[in-house]
Protein backbone atom coordinates (compact mmCIF):
# COMPACT_ATOMS: atom_id res chain seq x y z
CA UNK A 1 0.00 0.00 0.00
CA UNK A 2 2.52 2.50 1.48
CA UNK A 3 4.64 1.76 -2.61
CA UNK A 4 1.64 2.59 -4.17
CA UNK A 5 0.71 5.89 -2.48
CA UNK A 6 4.49 6.86 -2.65
CA UNK A 7 3.84 5.98 -6.54
CA UNK A 8 0.88 8.14 -6.62
CA UNK A 9 2.88 11.44 -5.28
CA UNK A 10 5.74 10.60 -7.38
CA UNK A 11 3.44 10.83 -10.46
CA UNK A 12 1.16 13.43 -9.53
CA UNK A 13 3.20 16.32 -10.88
CA UNK A 14 3.50 14.72 -14.03
CA UNK A 15 -0.36 13.75 -14.73
CA UNK A 16 -1.11 17.50 -13.57
CA UNK A 17 1.13 18.64 -16.17
CA UNK A 18 -0.37 17.25 -19.12
CA UNK A 19 -2.42 18.88 -21.39
CA UNK A 20 -1.28 22.03 -20.36
CA UNK A 21 2.00 24.46 -21.92
CA UNK A 22 5.36 24.83 -20.22
CA UNK A 23 5.70 27.52 -18.25
CA UNK A 24 8.26 29.81 -19.72
CA UNK A 25 11.88 29.73 -17.95
CA UNK A 26 12.80 31.84 -15.40
CA UNK A 27 16.08 34.21 -15.88
CA UNK A 28 18.72 33.71 -14.15
CA UNK A 29 18.34 37.17 -12.19
CA UNK A 30 15.28 36.97 -10.94
CA UNK A 31 15.27 33.09 -10.48
CA UNK A 32 18.75 34.32 -7.78
CA UNK A 33 17.98 32.53 -4.63
CA UNK A 34 20.63 34.76 -3.27
CA UNK A 35 21.63 38.77 -3.58
CA UNK A 36 25.27 38.47 -4.15
CA UNK A 37 25.41 42.14 -5.80
CA UNK A 38 27.25 44.95 -4.11
CA UNK A 39 30.56 46.15 -2.57
CA UNK A 40 32.43 43.50 -0.29
CA UNK A 41 35.94 43.79 1.19
CA UNK A 42 37.95 40.44 1.40
CA UNK A 43 39.04 39.69 5.28
CA UNK A 44 42.64 37.63 5.73
CA UNK A 45 42.25 34.81 8.20
CA UNK A 46 44.41 32.16 7.50
CA UNK A 47 47.26 32.44 4.92
CA UNK A 48 48.61 35.78 6.00
CA UNK A 49 52.12 34.69 4.19
CA UNK A 50 50.71 33.76 0.95
CA UNK A 51 47.99 36.95 0.37
CA UNK A 52 49.34 39.81 2.39
CA UNK A 53 52.82 39.96 1.52
CA UNK A 54 54.88 38.67 -1.57
CA UNK A 55 56.47 35.44 -0.45
CA UNK A 56 59.75 34.04 -0.96
CA UNK A 57 60.84 32.67 -4.12
CA UNK A 58 60.62 28.42 -3.91
CA UNK A 59 57.47 28.99 -1.08
CA UNK A 60 54.87 27.06 -2.38
CA UNK A 61 53.81 24.98 0.56
CA UNK A 62 50.34 23.81 0.52
CA UNK A 63 50.01 23.51 -3.28
CA UNK A 64 50.10 20.41 -5.09
CA UNK A 65 52.44 21.26 -7.52
CA UNK A 66 54.32 18.80 -9.74
CA UNK A 67 58.35 18.67 -10.80
CA UNK A 68 57.56 20.72 -13.42
CA UNK A 69 55.40 23.34 -11.81
CA UNK A 70 58.25 23.45 -9.25
CA UNK A 71 61.10 24.30 -11.52
CA UNK A 72 58.87 27.32 -13.11
CA UNK A 73 58.19 28.29 -9.91
CA UNK A 74 62.00 28.18 -8.68
CA UNK A 75 62.38 30.23 -12.29
CA UNK A 76 60.63 33.31 -11.22
CA UNK A 77 61.66 36.34 -12.01
CA UNK A 78 59.29 39.29 -11.26
CA UNK A 79 61.57 42.33 -13.32
CA UNK A 80 61.61 39.74 -16.17
CA UNK A 81 57.11 40.13 -16.12
CA UNK A 82 56.97 43.25 -16.20
CA UNK A 83 59.49 43.32 -19.15
CA UNK A 84 57.13 41.12 -21.30
CA UNK A 85 54.36 43.28 -19.85
CA UNK A 86 52.72 40.31 -18.21
CA UNK A 87 52.44 42.14 -14.46
CA UNK A 88 48.94 40.81 -14.29
CA UNK A 89 50.15 36.90 -13.85
CA UNK A 90 49.14 36.73 -10.31
CA UNK A 91 45.22 38.33 -10.91
CA UNK A 92 43.68 35.88 -13.00
CA UNK A 93 40.75 34.06 -11.80
CA UNK A 94 42.41 30.59 -10.36
CA UNK A 95 44.11 33.61 -8.07
CA UNK A 96 42.13 37.01 -8.04
CA UNK A 97 39.47 36.17 -5.60
CA UNK A 98 42.43 35.62 -2.94
CA UNK A 99 44.29 39.21 -3.63
CA UNK A 100 43.08 41.64 -0.69
CA UNK A 101 41.04 44.19 -1.22
CA UNK A 102 37.09 45.03 -2.28
CA UNK A 103 35.08 43.96 -5.05
CA UNK A 104 31.78 44.74 -6.66
CA UNK A 105 29.60 42.62 -8.39
CA UNK A 106 26.66 43.47 -10.77
CA UNK A 107 24.31 42.50 -13.11
CA UNK A 108 25.01 43.45 -16.58
CA UNK A 109 21.99 41.99 -17.52
CA UNK A 110 19.05 39.40 -16.82
CA UNK A 111 21.67 36.08 -17.68
CA UNK A 112 25.17 38.20 -16.48
CA UNK A 113 27.13 38.51 -13.80
CA UNK A 114 29.44 41.37 -13.64
CA UNK A 115 32.81 41.50 -11.01
CA UNK A 116 35.19 44.08 -10.92
CA UNK A 117 38.30 44.14 -8.39
CA UNK A 118 40.34 46.85 -7.18
CA UNK A 119 43.33 44.79 -7.21
CA UNK A 120 44.48 44.73 -10.17
CA UNK A 121 41.59 46.71 -11.74
CA UNK A 122 40.07 43.53 -13.48
CA UNK A 123 36.82 42.69 -14.91
CA UNK A 124 34.87 39.04 -14.69
CA UNK A 125 32.01 38.54 -16.55
CA UNK A 126 30.21 35.48 -15.07
CA UNK A 127 27.56 33.90 -18.01
CA UNK A 128 24.65 32.04 -17.36
CA UNK A 129 24.17 29.67 -20.34
CA UNK A 130 25.78 27.43 -22.65
CA UNK A 131 29.69 28.54 -23.27
CA UNK A 132 31.05 29.87 -26.49
CA UNK A 133 31.85 27.60 -29.44
CA UNK A 134 34.96 29.34 -30.01
CA UNK A 135 38.48 27.57 -29.44
CA UNK A 136 41.10 29.45 -30.21
CA UNK A 137 43.90 30.12 -28.04
CA UNK A 138 43.49 33.99 -29.03
CA UNK A 139 40.72 33.52 -26.95
CA UNK A 140 42.72 32.93 -23.51
CA UNK A 141 42.64 36.21 -21.21
CA UNK A 142 43.35 36.86 -17.37
CA UNK A 143 39.82 35.81 -17.08
CA UNK A 144 38.99 33.60 -19.06
CA UNK A 145 35.36 32.61 -20.00
CA UNK A 146 33.21 31.62 -17.20
CA UNK A 147 30.07 29.94 -17.47
CA UNK A 148 27.53 30.31 -14.08
CA UNK A 149 24.87 28.35 -13.00
CA UNK A 150 22.82 28.36 -9.71
CA UNK A 151 22.59 25.43 -7.37
CA UNK A 152 19.31 25.18 -5.68
CA UNK A 153 18.82 23.35 -2.35
CA UNK A 154 16.29 23.87 0.34
CA UNK A 155 12.94 23.34 -1.70
CA UNK A 156 11.52 20.73 0.61
CA UNK A 157 8.39 20.60 2.54
CA UNK A 158 5.26 22.09 0.86
CA UNK A 159 3.21 18.57 1.77
CA UNK A 160 0.34 17.86 3.99
CA UNK A 161 0.37 21.14 5.53
CA UNK A 162 4.26 21.58 6.04
CA UNK A 163 5.23 25.08 5.23
CA UNK A 164 7.70 24.97 2.18
CA UNK A 165 11.01 25.96 3.18
CA UNK A 166 12.49 29.11 1.73
CA UNK A 167 14.75 28.39 -1.41
CA UNK A 168 18.49 28.36 -0.40
CA UNK A 169 21.37 28.11 -2.71
CA UNK A 170 25.12 29.03 -3.98
CA UNK A 171 26.62 30.38 -7.66
CA UNK A 172 28.35 27.78 -9.10
CA UNK A 173 31.26 29.33 -11.70
CA UNK A 174 33.18 27.17 -14.03
CA UNK A 175 36.25 29.31 -15.65
CA UNK A 176 38.29 28.41 -18.51
CA UNK A 177 40.53 29.27 -21.67
CA UNK A 178 42.86 31.16 -19.59
CA UNK A 179 46.04 32.65 -20.15
CA UNK A 180 48.67 31.09 -17.93
CA UNK A 181 49.58 32.70 -14.84
CA UNK A 182 50.49 32.60 -11.31
CA UNK A 183 48.36 30.68 -8.34
CA UNK A 184 50.51 33.17 -6.15
CA UNK A 185 52.79 36.38 -6.83
CA UNK A 186 56.06 34.48 -6.31
CA UNK A 187 55.62 32.25 -9.56
CA UNK A 188 53.58 29.37 -8.62
CA UNK A 189 51.70 28.71 -12.20
CA UNK A 190 49.00 27.88 -13.52
CA UNK A 191 48.56 26.48 -17.23
CA UNK A 192 46.40 27.05 -20.23
CA UNK A 193 45.05 23.66 -19.47
CA UNK A 194 43.31 24.70 -15.97
CA UNK A 195 40.41 25.13 -14.63
CA UNK A 196 38.76 26.81 -11.93
CA UNK A 197 35.07 25.44 -10.27
CA UNK A 198 34.19 28.39 -8.04
CA UNK A 199 30.84 28.52 -5.37
CA UNK A 200 29.90 31.93 -4.39
CA UNK A 201 27.58 31.10 -0.98
CA UNK A 202 26.35 34.27 0.54
CA UNK A 203 25.70 33.47 4.46
CA UNK A 204 22.66 34.57 6.72
CA UNK A 205 23.34 38.15 7.93
CA UNK A 206 24.58 38.34 11.46
CA UNK A 207 22.42 39.38 14.87
CA UNK A 208 25.25 42.43 14.11
CA UNK A 209 24.08 43.48 10.79
CA UNK A 210 27.15 41.95 9.04
CA UNK A 211 26.53 39.75 5.65
CA UNK A 212 29.12 37.50 4.80
CA UNK A 213 29.93 35.55 0.87
CA UNK A 214 32.83 32.93 1.00
CA UNK A 215 34.19 31.63 -2.33
CA UNK A 216 35.71 28.11 -2.59
CA UNK A 217 37.86 27.87 -5.29
CA UNK A 218 38.74 25.04 -6.83
CA UNK A 219 41.75 25.03 -9.41
CA UNK A 220 42.49 21.83 -11.65
CA UNK A 221 45.44 21.81 -13.70
CA UNK A 222 46.94 18.62 -15.66
CA UNK A 223 50.25 20.43 -16.55
CA UNK A 224 51.04 21.52 -13.16
CA UNK A 225 48.76 20.34 -10.20
CA UNK A 226 49.23 17.34 -8.80
CA UNK A 227 45.37 17.38 -7.51
CA UNK A 228 42.93 19.75 -6.71
CA UNK A 229 44.24 22.92 -4.91
CA UNK A 230 41.56 24.77 -2.97
CA UNK A 231 41.04 27.40 -0.96
CA UNK A 232 38.19 29.57 0.47
CA UNK A 233 38.20 33.62 0.77
CA UNK A 234 35.93 35.57 3.06
CA UNK A 235 34.39 38.72 2.43
CA UNK A 236 32.55 41.03 4.44
CA UNK A 237 29.56 43.00 2.83
CA UNK A 238 30.32 46.89 2.87
CA UNK A 239 27.72 49.67 2.53
CA UNK A 240 28.49 51.72 -0.54
CA UNK A 241 31.50 51.45 -2.61
CA UNK A 242 33.06 55.23 -1.14
CA UNK A 243 35.82 53.44 -0.59
CA UNK A 244 36.43 52.16 -3.99
CA UNK A 245 40.19 52.47 -4.94
CA UNK A 246 41.05 50.29 -7.95
CA UNK A 247 45.10 49.97 -8.29
CA UNK A 248 47.10 48.31 -10.88
CA UNK A 249 48.84 44.84 -11.00
CA UNK A 250 51.88 44.50 -9.79
CA UNK A 251 54.60 41.63 -10.40
CA UNK A 252 56.41 41.09 -7.02
Not at 96 to 111: A, F, K, Q, S
Amino acid sequence: MFAIAAGLLAATPLVAQRGRSQAPAVPPRAAAPVDLTGYWISIVTEDWRWRMVTPAKGDYDSVPLNAAARRAADGWDPKQDDAAGESCRSYGAPAIMRVPGRIHIMWDNETTLHIDTEAGTQTRILRFGPPSQSSSSADATWQGQSIAQWEVGGRGGGMFGVAQAKPTGALRVVTTRLRPGYLRKNGVPYSANATVTEYFNALPREENGDTWLVVTTVVTDPQFLNGRFITSSHFKKLPDGNAWHPTPCRSS
